[in-house]
């Protein structure tokens, strides 16, 4: 049975076998609104488990916002869903998280993607396909719409540059917008002038939320695609109307070694040491 105490200015719930969630809070009754932000697990439960370990470590968060693709390329898609759902979270689905249950056609993906997508295929409980099948495309909360690809093509489309950005500013109604899919942390402002620009989204200076729209990606917790092999992930303080992006190193080739023992593809066993 999982226990929650509080405790001075700390609430930590116990959720069995050592894992807690540390929540600060301002009172026994109402909560600092604090939210981790991540995207593209990819079945990496070294890497995961490094990011959860590092949310605790800043003090915890009410809620995980996860933006989709739990699975695929990774060598432990049933674990990575088993641990998500032990924390309070909100998920939408990523185009693996559908290749996995059938949803999407793997035709469309790269044949290392599709030979782990049937791999992954055959690794999921009946209750980890449930889950998938229940996660929705767009999710509103708040301030925030998320999404995992684009939200004018929530499974498919990559936003990567300023004219796609600029475009998709339209398919959304409220003022932030969170994505995944590429991997890349960046963030994308559109001003009260109709101007779209491109901003790093580094770990140096915190993004402060002011009048302006934005679609903001975290970058990927389980196979990095911007150079840097760490895993990436934010949090967002309601507090203080910031966003922090955070990268943690991992034992990548723990990982390495599982993908490995179950004939994943070799390319996608590289890809995580350059974090390409």
């Known amino acids: 049975m999982n226990n929650f105490f509080i405790s001075g200015i700390i609430a930590r719930l116990y959720l069995g076998h050592n894992l807690a969630l540390v929540i600060p809070v301002k009172s026994c009754y109402s909560f600092i609104m604090r939210y981790a932000i ?16 590092d949310i605790e470590r800043r003090g915890g968060v009410e809620e995980v916002w996860c933006l989709g693709d739990v699975v695929g390329y990774g060598p432990d ?6 641990l998500l759902r032990q924390y309070k979270h909100t998920c939408i689905a990523g185009n693996h998280d ?17 030979a782990a997508c049937r791999w992954t295929a055959q690794q999921l409980t009946m209750e980890d396909i449930e889950y998938l099948e229940s996660l929705p ?3 509103e909360k708040g301030d925030f719409t998320l999404v995992h690809g684009s939200p004018r093509e929530p499974v498919w489309e990559y ?14 109604q409220s003022q932030f917008c969170l994505v995944g899919h590429s991997h ?3 963030v994308f402002k559109y001003d ?17 939320l002011g009048k302006s729209r934005l679609i903001i990606n975290p970058g990927g917790v389980g196979q990095p695609r911007d150079g840097d092999p760490r895993a990436s992930y934010a949090i967002y303080d309601s507090d203080t109307r910031m966003i922090r992006l ?7 080739s723990a990982t390495q070694v599982r993908m490995v023992k179950h004939n994943l593809p070799m390319r996608l066993v590289a890809r995580l040491s350059q974090g390409v």
């Not at 898609?77 to 088993?82: L, S, T, Y």
């Not at 559908?98 to 599709?114: H, L, M, Q, Y």
């Not at 009260?192 to 915190?206: I, P, R, Y």
């Open 184 to 186: 890349v942390p960046l």
């Open 77 to 82: 898609p049933h674990q990575c869903i088993k």
């Open 159 to 172: 936003l990567l540059s300023v004219s796609r950005a600029r475009e998709n500013f339209a398919y959304f």
């Open 192 to 208: 009260e002038t109709g101007a779209c620009f491109f901003n790093q989204f580094s770990t140096n200076v915190g993004l402060v």
């Open 98 to 114: 559908w290749a996995a249950i059938g949803k999407v056609d793997t035709s469309e993906f790269n044949p290392d993607a599709a």
């Open 38 to 53: 991540i995207a593209d697990i990819h079945a990496n439960l070294t890497a995961f488990r490094a990011v959860l370990d």
């Open 137 to 139: 495309l767009v999710i």
């Open 246 to 252: 955070y990268r943690i190193p991992y034992d990548i």
